[in-house]
């Protein structure tokens, strides 16, 4: 200070001209330690002459005369003995850092160093002016710096505090007051880093990379035992791996307020390795708290499944942790960091809840299971650690370090299936189409069907594999459900609802398939296939469980249907007009039991067509085939396989054979029509009998067989009836039991020859005339019993032709006192003349010869004429056969 205030002093005085040099020196006391290098510097200024300046150092004990010269800029053997050795040596130099600046070095300075220190400098001035020399002290002090680290521990869990202690300690010399400072470093692959630096005036300093995490109170500072300090560093991460050191430091404040470390020491205090979270998490799966390994798991509906996550880690406690349930990937619960529970609602699988058992147990429960809860569970966990707790007050912020994920755990809920066993018989096998089939389908050793459940029945039937149709599918026949329903939809529905086909259930566990009538097509292979029911808890019937029988075949011979018949005479006949009786029996075969019959009663006559005379149908509905004859025909069922055909009044024309004719049909059902099964014809029955009656002959005559034009002809028809009636034994006089159709009939012989009806009377006296191509009129008479006369009125040339007649007799039958019809009997046929002709034939002559005579010839004409007709009149009174009235003609 003084010498300070003399310099500023003296250039005050000097200012105007004239400089005093000043010689300055570091201000002082300088501390230092043992050891430790020393450098002293040394200006001056404000001098003359040339503008290097040489710089003579020399100290003493206290600061006064006698001073040991120590080294000098300007002359080499400067140094008294005491310091020349280290000056050789080295280890005291000066170095000249500018013209007028030097410095007094001194490599390790040591306790008998301590003095007072002189820079001087010669004078170079014109006039002694100023001060040529200045001095500081320098205290040296031993070196008493101690550093001492605490090992750190080699590993630390990521999230955890590392904690990291060092003292620095030194021995005061009073009064040389010295400050301590302490650092932590780390030394990473990146290379050497500080941490934080405490002091020496109770600062703190961060490095750069560490500056926000002490912010964040992740790095404290706490003041430890014996002087000692920890830096705590909190939740370390996997950067803070390294080599860690601590540095002591000695400090003095020297005047000016400068700092100036004068001794170090750095001590290594050992690695340290951060073990990663995920290195040490370890999340497990299991069924139950006590079961290690169980990897899958079975359960029955309704039970509750539980599962358990464990997690380990040996930072647990640093972790904070999300913990989720899947099943097959899917989540289905999760317990977030803040310990809330959201389960997922997308999920459809039961309703789940997720607890913490234990400190690090996550419970998932899944109450009442069902079959969609089955699969592959896990567990996933993810573990954070937070940041920056102390300023973030909460809103910390947080980093993933690790997520696992467990084991999985494969659930499987296995529905009940109930088991039991088929057998398939049958109780009754046909040995023929149309008797019964009776199958039993039983259900044993029935297990874990579930109470509530029931058994289904559904019968199936494949046809017998043939060469058209080999292995045709199965056809459902019908089933019974869980509730005992009928159901049929196929071709078998029609028998079901009839009842001929009966599906039932006759013991608890026993089911029945019955027909009451086979068909061919019921042999096949039959199957019944039995299903178990069980109940939902919501009610609904679900099929649990499906068994097949194995197939049954029914199989029986079958003959073909036939149908004998026989014909047996109850009533023969002898005579006409009698009640003819016989009976049809049909005997069947393989037919069945459902039979119906057609009955055709038939005849025949000599070689003459098969006639139908009336049929009886399988229902009973009775034709005839000649609707006459309706009244005396009767045909009916006189027994289940038996029929009558009566025929009363027999006639003539009813001879012939007589038979049966029998179809035989059957039927599946009361409303199916009837299918034919066989046909047979029964053995012949005659009916033939002795005419009895009478006989009769018919035979026509006329009074003239030649008329004029305008006449009235006149022929008769006369039966001559020969042999008895049966009552009289032959009268002809019996009018009432005798009667006749006579019909009359004309041909005409030029032209072409037709004969067409002319008149009829029928047996009870109506005429019927005929559409004639004739201006004539016509008539028929009975003259008396036996003799009917023809009266053609106005005859004409168209009218000349043959004329015959017809005659039916009726007669009564004495026996049976019905009108028997006999057969027709035909006449003779007589030629009517009408004479016309012979004018004509007289035309031409008349025509050529009129001229020649002319009046003689017309009158002997009319005299001629006159006389033919008179001569005419008088002739030809008896019938004249055809050839006679011809050769007439000729003539
Ligand atoms: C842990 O995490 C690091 C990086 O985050 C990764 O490289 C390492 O493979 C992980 N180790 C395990 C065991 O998961
Ligand atoms: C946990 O879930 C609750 C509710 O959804 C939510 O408010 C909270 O922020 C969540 N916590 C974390 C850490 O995600
Ligand atoms: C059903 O029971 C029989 C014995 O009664 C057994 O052999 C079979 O394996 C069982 N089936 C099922 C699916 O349980
Ligand atoms: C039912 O079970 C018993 C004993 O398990 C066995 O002897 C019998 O053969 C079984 N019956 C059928 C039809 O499988
Ligand atoms: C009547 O006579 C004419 C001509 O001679 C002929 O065409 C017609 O067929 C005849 N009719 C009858 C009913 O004989």
């Known amino acids: 200070m003084e010498p300070g205030f003399l310099?500023?002093?003296?250039?005050?005085?000097?200012?105007?001209?004239?400089?005093?040099?000043?010689?300055?020196?570091?201000?002082?006391?300088?501390?230092?330690?043992?050891?430790?290098?020393?450098?002293?510097?040394?200006?001056?200024?404000?001098?003359?002459?040339?503008?290097e300046q040489d710089f003579d150092w020399e100290m003493s004990r206290d600061g006064n005369e006698p001073r040991s010269r120590i080294i000098s800029t300007f002359e080499s053997s400067f140094s008294d003995p005491s310091f020349s050795r280290r000056v050789a040596s080295g280890d005291i130099s000066v170095v000249r850092l500018q013209d007028n600046e030097a410095e007094l070095k001194i490599g390790e300075v040591k306790l008998t160093d301590s003095g007072f220190y002189l820079c001087r400098t010669p004078s170079t001035d014109p006039t002694t002016s100023g001060n040529y020399d200045a001095q500081v002290q320098l205290r040296v002090i031993p070196n008493t710096l101690k550093v001492t680290p605490q090992t750190p521990p080699p590993v630390v869990q990521?999230?955890?505090?590392?904690?990291?202690?060092?003292?620095?300690?030194?021995?005061?010399?009073?009064?040389?007051?010295?400050?301590?400072?302490?650092?932590?470093?780390?030394?990473?692959?990146?290379?050497?880093?500080?941490?934080?630096?405490?002091?020496?005036?109770?600062d703190v300093v961060t490095g750069p990379r560490f500056t926000r995490r002490y912010l964040d109170g992740d790095l404290r500072l706490v003041p430890g035992r014996n002087g000692a300090f920890e830096l705590v560093i909190s939740r370390v991460t996997a950067s803070d791996e390294g080599t860690y050191a601590c540095t002591g430091a000695e400090w003095t404040s020297e005047s000016g307020g400068k700092w100036t470390?004068?001794?170090?020491?750095?001590?290594?205090?050992?690695?340290?390795?951060?073990?990663?979270?995920?290195?040490?998490?370890?999340?497990?799966?299991?069924?139950?708290?006590?079961?290690?390994?169980?990897?899958?798991?079975?359960?029955?509906?309704?039970?509750?499944?539980?599962?358990?996550?464990?997690?380990s880690a040996d930072n647990l406690d640093a972790l904070s942790l999300e913990v989720t349930w899947l099943a097959d990937d899917g989540e289905i619960i999760t317990v977030n960091r803040s310990g809330v529970v959201r389960a997922n609602s997308v999920s459809k699988r039961g309703e789940a809840s997720l607890e913490k058992t234990g400190d690090s147990d996550y419970r998932l429960a899944v109450r009442g299971v069902s079959s969609r809860d089955g699969g592959v569970y896990t567990c996933r966990v993810q573990a954070f650690i937070e940041e920056g707790r102390v300023t973030g007050g909460g809103a910390g912020r947080w980093h993933k370090v690790a997520e696992k994920t467990s084991n999985p755990v494969t659930v499987k809920v296995s529905e009940v299936k109930p088991?039991?066993?088929?057998?398939?018989?049958?109780?009754?096998?046909?040995?023929?189409?149309?008797?019964?089939?009776?199958?039993?389908?039983?259900?044993?050793?029935?297990?874990?069907?579930?109470?509530?459940?029931?058994?289904?029945?559904?019968?199936?039937?494949?046809?017998?594999?043939?060469?058209v149709t080999n292995a045709s599918p199965p056809k459902l026949i019908g089933s019974l459900d869980a509730n005992g329903n009928l159901e049929s939809n196929s071709a078998y529905k029609d028998r079901l609802d009839s009842g001929v086909l009966v599906l039932s259930r006759v013991q608890p566990n026993t089911f029945k398939l019955r027909f009451l009538r086979t068909q061919k097509i019921d042999m096949?292979?039959?199957?019944?296939?039995?299903?178990?029911?069980?109940?939902?808890?919501?009610?609904?019937?679900?099929?649990?469980?499906?068994?097949?029988?194995?197939?049954?075949?029914?199989q029986w011979e079958t003959k073909s249907p036939t149908v004998k018949v026989a014909a047996k005479t109850i009533r023969s006949v002898s005579v006409g007009g009698a009640t003819f009786e016989m009976t049809c029996s049909a005997i069947t075969e393989n037919i069945g039991d459902w039979i119906g019959f057609a009955v055709q009663?038939?005849?025949?006559?000599?070689?003459?067509?098969?006639?139908?005379?009336?049929?009886?149908?399988?229902?009973?509905?009775?034709?005839?085939?000649?609707?006459?004859?309706?009244?005396?025909?009767?045909?009916?069922?006189?027994?289940?396989?038996?029929?009558?055909?009566?025929?009363?009044?027999?006639?003539?024309?009813?001879?012939?054979n007589y038979w049966c004719d029998v179809t035989a049909f059957t039927k599946q059902l009361p409303d199916q029509s009837w299918t034919t099964a066989a046909t047979g014809n029964s053995n012949r029955i005659t009916i033939n009998f002795q005419e009895n009656g009478p006989s009769f002959s018919v035979e026509t005559r006329y009074d003239t067989s030649s008329v004029y034009p305008w006449e009235t002809a006149k022929m008769e028809c006369s039966v001559r009836v020969?042999?008895?009636?049966?009552?009289?034994?032959?009268?002809?006089?019996?009018?009432?039991?005798?009667?006749?159709?006579?019909?009359?009939?004309?041909?005409?012989?030029?032209?072409?020859?037709?004969?067409?009806p002319v008149v009829s009377v029928d047996r009870f006296g109506v005429v019927t005339k005929s559409n004639r191509n004739s201006s004539s009129d016509v008539s028929i008479e009975r003259k008396d019993a036996n003799t009917y006369v023809l009266y053609i009125f106005g005859t004409q040339d168209s009218d000349s032709g043959e004329y015959h007649c017809m005659v039916t007799p009726w007669y009564?039958?004495?026996?049976?006192?019905?009108?028997?019809?006999?057969?027709?009997?035909?006449?003779?046929?007589?030629?009517?003349?009408?004479?016309?002709?012979?004018?004509?034939?007289?035309?031409?002559?008349?025509?050529?010869?009129?001229?020649?005579?002319?009046?003689?010839?017309v009158f002997s004409l009319l005299l001629g004429l006159i006389c033919a007709r008179c001569c005419c009149r008088n002739t030809a009174h008896t019938p004249r056969s055809r050839t006679k009235l011809m050769d007439l003609e000729m003539d």
């Open 419 to 467: 088991n039991f066993t088929l057998t398939l018989e049958a109780a009754t096998k046909p040995q023929k189409t149309g008797e019964p089939i009776e199958l039993s389908c039983d259900v044993t050793n029935i297990s874990q069907l579930p109470p509530g459940g029931r058994l289904g029945v559904s019968w199936e039937y494949i046809s017998l594999p043939d060469k």
């Open 524 to 554: 096949g292979q039959y199957v019944c296939t039995v299903s178990a029911w069980s109940v939902t808890s919501q009610g609904k019937m679900v099929n649990a469980a499906e068994y097949k029988s194995s197939p049954l075949t029914i």
């Open 812 to 857: 009564k039958s004495t026996s049976s006192g019905l009108w028997t019809q006999d057969k027709d009997y035909t006449s003779g046929k007589v030629f009517l003349s009408v004479k016309i002709a012979v004018w004509d034939s007289l035309k031409l002559p008349l025509l050529y010869g009129a001229s020649a005579s002319l009046g003689v010839g």
């Open 722 to 756: 020969s042999g008895s009636s049966p009552k009289s034994g032959g009268t002809n006089s019996q009018t009432e039991e005798l009667a006749y159709e006579v019909r009359w009939f004309f041909t005409r012989l030029r032209g072409e020859q037709t004969t067409s």
């Open 601 to 656: 009663i038939q005849s025949q006559s000599g070689t003459e067509a098969i006639k139908t005379i009336m049929s009886l149908s399988p229902d009973n509905v009775v034709q005839v085939t000649d609707p006459s004859r309706r009244d005396s025909l009767v045909l009916a069922k006189t027994g289940a396989r038996e029929f009558n055909f009566r025929l009363e009044g027999v006639q003539p024309s009813d001879k012939g």
């Open 158 to 202: 990521e999230g955890h505090d590392l904690t990291l202690s060092c003292s620095a300690t030194r021995e005061l010399t009073f009064p040389s007051l010295t400050y301590l400072s302490i650092a932590w470093l780390v030394k990473t692959s990146g290379g050497s880093e500080e941490i934080l630096t405490f002091g020496p005036q109770g």
């Open 7 to 51: 310099a500023l002093a003296f250039g005050l005085l000097f200012i105007g001209g004239c400089s005093a040099r000043v010689v300055t020196v570091s201000p002082g006391p300088l501390i230092r330690v043992e050891g430790q290098p020393v450098s002293i510097r040394c200006d001056v200024n404000d001098y003359g002459g040339p503008s």
């Open 261 to 311: 470390k004068i001794v170090e020491s750095s001590k290594e205090m050992g690695a340290v390795s951060v073990t990663p979270t995920n290195r040490s998490l370890n999340v497990k799966a299991s069924s139950s708290p006590t079961s290690q390994s169980s990897t899958s798991l079975l359960l029955s509906p309704g039970n509750t499944l539980t599962l358990l996550c464990h997690v």
